[in-house]
């Protein structure tokens, strides 16, 4: 079970960093840098996920 919540913390951290990205108006070529990155780093490559309103 530990290691399933650490899995999710680390996806939550890749989302984060592309999704501030996103919202920051990186360019593509950046974002895709920053998920192979991310792959390396935390094993997701993260994704978009907008800020609740």
Known sequence: MAEDDMDERRKKQADKIISQMTENEASAKDIAAQ??????AFGHEGSYDPAPE
């Not at 998920?35 to 390396?40: E, F, H, R, T």
């Open 35 to 40: 998920k192979k990155a991310n792959k390396k």
